[in-house]
């Protein structure tokens, strides 16, 4: 092998490359409206397994602000997630929980708070098979483990048909159950 200074930097550039694409990356959107304005700063660190997304949204005629705040650590078994959001008013409301994976999916259980400071309990599955059948299904739990509102999928496939049936409960009079975005990367 001819040992050229362009082999060599070559060589030097492919021995540095494997560690930089491992290093942390981070990418922020922006957004300006008549309405409002918002920024979202998402980063995500694939040697620790770490994503997080800030976001903010300021209200242009009030100046009032809502942020929001999301972590995602990958974990030998799956991921732990904690989202924080708070509202223009001040009220904040959050979401904790962990994703095990298992045999074809994964399984939810997690705990959030409203912005009244209400708490809930959440549950959730979700799995597929080798031959493209599915199923999820998740469920939300007040202080006293009453459930508040579940939702279940199946989706079958079979002689070139695709069946999906979707059935969901809530508990009279309960509002509609905390939701917030996981942080993807």
Do not use: C, H, W
């Not at 942390?24 to 994503?51: I, L, M």
Request: hydrophobic share 25%; charged share 20%; no cysteine.
């Amino acid at each position: 092998m001819f040992k050229t200074p362009l082999t060599i930097a070559s060589l030097a550039a492919l021995a540095l490359a494997a560690p930089l694409a491992a290093q942390e990356q981070s990418r922020t959107k922006t957004y300006d409206g008549d309405k409002f304005t918002a920024t979202q700063t998402t980063t995500v660190n694939p040697e620790t397994g770490t994503a997080t997304r800030t976001g903010t949204a300021t209200n242009i005629n009030t100046g009032k602000t809502a942020t929001s705040s999301g972590v995602r650590q990958r974990t030998d078994t799956g991921a732990t997630v904690s989202l924080t959001q708070t509202g223009t008013q001040g009220r904040t409301r959050s979401v904790e929980g962990e994703r095990l994976r298992t045999e074809g999916g994964s399984d939810f259980t997690g705990s959030a708070t409203g912005r009244g400071g209400q708490t809930y309990g959440l549950e959730g599955s979700r799995s597929r098979d080798g031959q493209g059948n599915s199923q999820a299904s998740q469920s939300v739990t007040n202080a006293a483990g009453e459930t508040l509102a579940s939702r279940d999928r199946v989706t079958t496939r079979g002689n070139g048909q695709v069946s999906t049936t979707i059935n969901k409960t809530r508990a009279e009079g309960a509002s509609r159950p905390p939701r917030a975005r996981r942080p993807r990367g």
